[in-house]
């Protein structure tokens, strides 16, 4: 699906437009595009086509509700910091706004078995 055709995807019969769900069997341009624009107009989009097991997207699924179901102080244990670019995150800014959301960075390494210290976890200018 080329990104126009991404773009009139998102209208349903109703006319209300709907989030944009992006195919990962496109090519690498298409997906660029699409995730660009996805990004620009909506924040957010679903992929399919991404071959995850169903019960792990499951299991990962349930572990996360359980997470951000915790209290605010057993998140904060695992808060990211300076030195790690993994753990939890209660406060970030958006074109210096502060955004409504919590969230759990997973840090930046391709490799999951490096450290959390690793050279390849400290933040957005670390190598890949």
Request: glycine share 6%.
């Amino acid at each position: 699906m080329g990104v126009s055709e991404a773009t009139t995807s998102l209208s349903c019969d109703s006319g209300i437009e709907k989030p944009p769900v992006i195919d990962l069997s496109a090519s690498e341009e298409e997906l660029v595009d699409q995730v660009k624009n996805a990004c620009q107009r909506w924040g957010f989009f679903q992929i399919t086509a991404h071959e995850v097991d169903d019960e792990l997207r499951n299991r990962f699924e349930s572990m996360m509700r359980a997470f951000f179901a915790l209290p605010e102080e057993d998140k904060m244990q695992c808060e990211r910091s300076a030195d790690n670019a993994r753990g939890f995150v209660r406060e970030e800014m958006t074109k210096q706004k502060l955004d409504n959301k919590q969230c759990f960075d997973m840090g930046n390494a391709r490799d999951w078995n490096s450290e959390d210290d690793g050279v390849v976890n400290q933040g957005s200018n670390a190598p890949l």
